[in-house]
């Protein structure tokens, strides 16, 4: 090769080289561009968390309209019509025929079908006719509408203040006073209150519609919560002022997922938190007003129905006590791009276990799932016991009826029935299988067959001067 030859030949290799520079470095400046500006577009995403696509004021109860400022929160809501059994919880799809009374197609499974004691326990109550697994958000007000219970007993408009979008309706009712308009739908007949109602719980039940701040808009929750502050000395508390934002994402789940129960022929829903929020607090109060809900069709005991007191027993539980809310769980945040929004899908957390528990718990899923499960076996496993202890009661009652004996000689036993049902059916109601808190889910169950226990006692030692009566009998 030439000395020439050799130079045009290293001139190439330069050009190339050169090219070769120029490709990369306008590669380079592109893709770090294109970085840039996806940074920007994220970062700017995330100044925004919604676009004011329409104006929400205190009126708009529609979710899809929500949805339109809102729409990955509003895709979340509208799953909710999701279906997916857990070991121990959630619904099946039920295929059902359509009526003209019933046009659901679909229903979950029945409870009192699935257990044939419930309907011995609830014997003379609506929920001994018709009582299924519950089901998501999306379905409360259909399958409050539709219950059998509806057919059994007429129901009253208080029913709807926990299956229905009523904050709206209320205001309507009371002239813009919610309270107002709560205590007059609750003294309606629940055919003529389901005649206001046009949607199951939704966006303006939790958010102010201005600020999107959390909410409480059930009268109920807000006269139970000062009732309890009030029980440990804190007066005229006023939940939607005074709780933390961080207690709020529970307090707007605890405004229905609550026991309560209906006061004076006016019927209106009290939470029953005057004394205390644990069982033992709740049927004092019971037993202080002398309230029942029936009389039990086959003792006579005067008998009290649990209804679902999630957040009593949460606020038992170690999640609770660390700071850990129900939406922390339920509602886990995730993201969604450059936002971080709150699921609100609002299911069992072992249906979401990486959001929902192993943002705390650095175990694998299989692991986590495994833990809950064996704390809601062994749960089901004494609710079995207890019921089993109450059946042998309310057995031993109708015995000694048909034997002869009366009310007044097995008024020890009634009240013996009344408080192992209440326990008993306190777990039964809830639906966490114990989870919420398991070592007060265990208490409550073991104290439920003791009940059972020293009521067929009492039976048996009808006429004698030892004869136990709940108040000598309970734990302390």
């Known amino acids: 090769m030439t000395q020439e030859t050799r130079r045009e030949h290293s001139a190439k290799e330069k050009r190339k080289i050169v090219v070769l520079t ?64 857990t070991r121990f919880g959630g619904s099946e799809a039920i295929p059902k025929t359509p009526t003209k009374a019933d046009p659901r197609s679909i229903v979950s499974q029945s409870k009192i079908e699935e257990d044939t004691r419930l309907k011995t326990m609830w014997a003379g109550y609506a929920f001994s006719k018709d009582f299924r697994e519950e089901r998501g958000h999306a379905y409360m007000l259909d399958d409050q509408t539709f219950t059998e219970r509806q057919q059994v007993v007429k129901q009253p408009g208080t029913c709807a203040q926990c299956h229905a979008s009523v904050y709206v ?47 409480i808009t059930r009268p109920g929750f807000i006269e139970g919560m000062k009732a309890f502050k009030a029980s440990q000395g804190i007066q005229d508390y006023d939940v939607n002022s005074m709780a933390t934002r961080q207690e709020m994402r529970s307090f707007v789940c605890g405004q229905c997922h609550v026991e309560y129960y209906f006061k004076g022929t006016e019927k209106r829903l009290v939470y029953p938190w005057a004394k205390g929020l644990k069982v033992d607090d709740i049927i004092s109060y019971y037993d202080e007003v002398a309230f029942k809900d029936w009389t039990h069709a086959e003792t ?49 957390p072992l249906l979401n276990i990486s959001n929902a528990c192993q943002t705390c718990h650095k175990w694998p899923e299989e692991e986590l799932k495994a833990r809950v499960e064996t704390i809601q076996e062994r749960t089901f496993r004494m609710r ?55 070592q007060e889910a265990a208490r409550i169950l073991a104290e439920s067959i003791d009940f059972s226990r020293r009521g067929q006692i009492a039976v048996r030692d009808i006429g004698k001067t030892s004869t136990p009566t709940p108040q000598n009998a309970k734990l302390k």
């Open 169 to 215: 309706q209320n205001k309507k009712l009371g002239g813009g006073d919610l309270i107002k308009g709560f205590e007059k739908m609750n003294q309606m007949p629940y055919t003529e209150a389901r005649k206001l109602l046009k949607h199951p719980v939704t966006c303006i039940d939790c958010h102010n519609p201005s600020t999107m701040q959390l909410r």
């Open 22 to 85: 120029i490709v990369i470095a306008a590669v380079a400046t592109a893709i770090i561009t294109g970085l840039l500006v996806n940074i920007y577009e994220r970062k700017q995403e995330a100044k925004n968390p919604f676009y004011r696509v329409v104006e929400l004021d205190d009126e708009t109860e529609d979710p899809a309209i929500w949805g339109k400022n809102f729409p990955l929160h509003y895709d979340d809501y509208l799953r909710t019509v999701d279906q997916v059994r």
């Open 300 to 348: 006579g005991a005067p008998a009290l129905k649990a209804q679902h007191p999630e957040f009593e027993l949460w606020n038992q539980g170690i999640h609770a006590r660390s700071g850990v809310s129900c939406a922390d769980c339920h509602m886990p945040y995730k993201r969604e791009g450059a936002m971080k929004i709150s699921d609100h899908h609002v299911r069992s």
């Open 384 to 438: 079995n016991l207890a019921m089993d202890a109450l059946m042998d009661l309310i057995a031993d009652i109708k015995n000694a009826k048909a034997a002869g004996k009366t009310d007044a000689e097995l008024t020890p036993a009634h009240n013996f029935q009344r408080r192992a049902q209440f326990y008993l059916d306190f777990v039964e109601a809830e639906n966490s299988t114990g989870f919420h808190a398991p």
